[in-house]
């Protein structure tokens, strides 16, 4: 995730959620998110860090 909502600081939140809601709904995990946190996620592309393992062997015996 990148987060681009120009916030400063660290949040410490919590939220229930279950695909399906006490009504029998669905919901979708994206639109939950927006309706109890306030938050719109969205696909966009951005730089990722990667990690490429060239090779791996066990270690020797000592």
């Known amino acids: 995730m990148i ?3 120009g ?3 660290a949040y410490d939140c919590e ?3 279950s695909q399906t809601d006490s ?3 669905n919901e ?3 639109s939950a998110v927006q309706e109890h946190l306030g938050l719109k ?3 966009s592309k951005g730089p990722v860090e ?3 393992i060239d090779s791996i062997s ?3 015996e000592n």
Do not use: C, H, I, Y
Request: negative net charge.
């Open 41 to 43: 996620l969205q696909p």
């Open 50 to 52: 990667v990690l490429v």
């Open 23 to 25: 009504d029998g709904a």
């Open 28 to 30: 979708s995990f994206f």
């Open 7 to 9: 916030l400063e600081g």
């Open 58 to 60: 066990r270690p020797s």
């Open 3 to 5: 987060d681009k909502t």
């Open 15 to 17: 939220m229930n959620w």
